[in-house]
Structures are given as C-alpha cells and as structure tokens.
C-alpha cells in the first residue's frame, strides 16, 4: 500500500507532464473555441473584434463551399480505406509467402509509410504525374498513348492515389502480423478437405483478419480526416479537392478569418469524434466476438 510520501513524491514527478500537456493541449482548444465567438479578422487586428456568438458556426456551415468540402473528405477518406485495405490484404498474401530476400522485400515495401506527406506529394507530382518528364508519361508514350494531365483532368483522383500509396504499407503491416498468427492447424484442415484458395480466403482467411481490418479502418480513418499537405502541395485545393482541413486553412490564410478558421476547426474536430466514437464501437464489438 502506497505511502503518503510515495503518492506526494509520485503527484511531484508526474506534475511537469500534466503541465506540459495542458500548456500544449487545453491552452489552444480553449483559446480556439474562445475566438470561435469572434468577429476576428487579422486585417482589422484584435481591438477591433467582437463577440458574435455562434455566428461564425453558423456561416462556416452554410457556405456554399462546405457541403463540397465534406462530401471531397468522405470520398477521399471512403477510397484511400477502400484501396489500403483491400490492397494491404494482397500484399500481406504476398509478403507472406517464402521468398528470397523476405526481409528486405517487407523494408521496401514498408518504407512508403515512413516518407514525409509533403515529399510524397512532390514526388509524385514531379517525377510521376509530370505529363512531360514523368515517369506515367513516359509508359503512355511508350504504347503510343498521349499522357495524362493528372492534376488536370484527375485532381481528386490523383489525391487518392498519392495518400493510398502513403497508407498502403501501414494496413500491409498490421494485416501481416494478423496472417501470421492464423493457426497452421486451420490451414492444414482446410487443404484436407480440399477447400479452393477461393473458400479458403472466404471462410477462413477474411474472419480471421477481420479485427486486424477493423482496427486498421479506425486507425486510418482518424488520420485521413485530416489530410491536407497532399492537397497543399499538388492542387492547392483547386478542381474539386477542398476537404473540410483544407477549407479551414483557406479561412484563415487567404482571408485572415480567424474567428471563422476556429469555429470551421472545431466543427472539423466534432465531426472528426463523432466517427471515431462509431469506429470504437464497430472495433470494440468486433474484439469482443
């Protein structure tokens, strides 16, 4: 049983990181939701700001622009989780198998996961989607095809792309880990009752990666809401690919609405909750059958 002079010396050690985290966490949301009630724009400056409520809320909801940002953040968030997921199962297969070289096959094929976001979105605008000097359009021209403007004529799609490539190691991982821990018993069984690889990945392979899957969904989820240096980077929002991250920093870069940035970052954050506090659920059932 803890002493008195234990818990005061354990209250003691633990006191700068209780400090650091309000200083770093609590400070800025309060100041946030704080500004979020003002009519704050830096051109005017601080003086000249007023309090107005749950305006802000309300005009950042009802701009036109919103509706377009949401729906660009759900096909973005539902395709990335859609390619990442049912790729990663593939490559898992894949790196699963005896192969020379396994070790530095998964380093490679991991290694995506590691590159900055904003070297990513260059990489693949410059070196890749170059329609002159990339490397997709030297492949069209090699079949006599004209090359692709893909920043042009595929925005979004290209977006999805380059975050795919990004989080397509992260689910490989996970759902690897998930393949290796599946009895040899089962596999052993099922190759005895001469299961086909199509029933085997049905009835067996898919149910056992399903918590690995779900766990992967909530944890890919949480971080896509937020994607914003792809967009940044390759089409600065432009044809169709604001989501609501990149709406936000419009507010506030381009016309220096703070109050109107804080109020559309809170309600980012809410929306953000409200599916994480769903995926926990969804996550928590799956673990518990």
Known sequence: MATQETQTAARVLLAPSVVMLFLWMIVPLAMIIYFSTLNFNLNDGYAASKFIGLQNFIDFLSDPNFLGALWTTIVLV?????????????????????????????????????VMPTVSALVWKHLLMNPESGFFAWMWQSVGLEPVVWLTTHPLTSVIMIVSWEWLPFASLILLTALQSLDEQQKEAAALDGATPIAFFGYILLPHLSRAITVVVLMETIF?????????????????????????YNQAQNFFDVGSASAGGLVAVVLANIVSFFLTRLVGKNLEK
């Open 78 to 114: 539902g395709s990335v989780l859609l390619i990442s997921v049912g790729g990663g199962i593939f490559v898992a297969m894949l790196l699963d198998q005896p192969v020379f070289g396994q070790g530095i096959v998964r380093l490679m094929v991991i290694a995506p996961f590691f």
């Open 224 to 248: 896509l809401l937020g994607v914003f240096a792809e967009i940044l980077v390759t089409t600065n929002g432009t044809l169709g690919t604001t989501n609501i991250p990149f709406l936000v």
